[in-house]
């Protein structure tokens, strides 16, 4: 009961990456960046363990963006082609990689890290690949010509890919969708089908992820005129009710969510957002156990996960480990008291 988990990201050490930084410059080349994304790997799954995070991840410590490093492997798509783009519905500006042609795997994107992070650890391992809408949101197409076949393309690949992962042991395949708080019409019309494509057959666990955005400048702003309730979630919840997807993972924390929306997702476990990523105060065990608490009056609790509210790797990497043993110790707050 009350298993914790995390969304996916942690901060990378200061010897891999610049650090509080996206897209931040790796410090290493060659032989001696893959040594150090191994070690960053294993110490990020033993600090997740050590502070008590049921099921852990690798941290993302081998990629510098949880799109990118995804798309770097593809076939088709020319990172000497980049533009800049407006994403999330133009909330940012970033440079972005151009879809030329056909999009394929070179091979195994991340199966890398995933081995890496299954040898060290025998708690349940979770791994993150991004959604095909997100994919679509986060690059430029000059092949495609349609939003909808580029996003089945990418489909496609990550099921090759989520089926390799399961392979190798991970127990849960989570695709990130941030994408989904944007384009709910999308979400519906050809989102959802777009990721269950993606899912299709993977002998795991299969989550998806959505949010409201790393703890940025861009997100915060946003946030900030979404009104004094944000009830982006009641658009698309009930679309993945009915899904084929088993777990979906939402931010709660610190937010302006109504709660009583997760009733929306029966049938579904929730990884429910109870650790606030865009503050740097530390949240106390109590103020865990509280979100958790008001997440029971409309999910069972066999069926909640306190977890992060979206990825750590922005954060300076000392508050990030304290939020996750807050994070374990709320939940083990609330087994104590539910007995």
Same mark, same amino acid.
């Given at each position: 009961? *009350? ?6 990201? !942690? ?54 963006? *949880?799109?990118?490093? *995804? ?7 020319? *990172? ?85 992962? =399961? ?71 009930? =679309? ?63 069926? !909640? ?20 043993? =807050? ?13």
């Amino acid at each position: 009961m *009350f298993e914790t988990t995390i969304a996916g990201s !942690l901060p990378k050490p200061s010897w891999l990456a610049a650090p509080q930084m996206l897209w931040a410059p790796w410090q290493l080349a060659g032989d001696a960046l893959v040594e150090a994304k191994r070690d960053a790997t294993i110490l990020m799954v033993k600090l997740q363990e050590d502070a008590g995070i049921d099921v852990v991840t690798d941290g993302e410590q081998a990629r510098q963006h *949880f799109v990118h490093g *995804f798309l770097e492997q593809i076939e088709g798509v020319d *990172f000497t082609r980049r533009i800049t783009m407006g994403i999330r519905n133009n909330r940012y500006e970033v440079q972005v990689p151009t879809v030329v042609g056909p999009v394929r795997r070179r091979g195994s994107v991340h199966s890398f890290e995933a081995a890496i992070a299954r040898e060290h650890t025998q708690r349940r391992l979770k791994f993150t690949l991004p959604g095909p809408m997100t994919i679509v949101d986060t690059l430029a197409d000059a092949h495609y010509g349609d939003r909808t076949a580029l996003a089945m393309a990418f489909a496609d690949l990550l099921n090759e890919e989520a089926r390799e992962l =399961a392979a190798i042991g991970v127990d849960v395949i989570q695709f990130d969708e941030p994408a989904f708080n944007v384009y709910m019409e999308a979400v519906t019309a050809w989102g959802i089908p777009v990721l269950e494509r993606a899912a299709a057959g993977v002998a795991c666990k299969t989550a998806v992820h959505i949010c409201y955005g790393y703890g940025i400048k861009a997100n915060i702003d946003w946030k900030a005129g979404l009104g004094a309730e944000w009830r982006q979630y009641e658009a698309i919840f009930p =679309a993945l009710a009915a899904s084929r997807i088993d777990q979906v993972s939402v931010e709660c924390a610190g937010s302006k969510v109504p709660i009583e929306l997760l009733g929306l997702l029966a049938g579904k476990d929730v990884l429910l957002g109870a650790v606030d990523v865009a503050r740097e105060e530390v949240e106390t065990p109590e103020e865990v156990a509280a979100t958790i608490e008001r997440a029971l009056r409309f999910v069972p609790a066999e069926r !909640l996960f306190p977890c992060t509210n979206c990825g750590m790797a922005p954060m300076r990497k000392d508050i990030a480990i304290l939020k996750l043993r =807050a994070l374990a110790a709320g939940a083990e707050m609330m087994r104590n008291r539910l007995g």
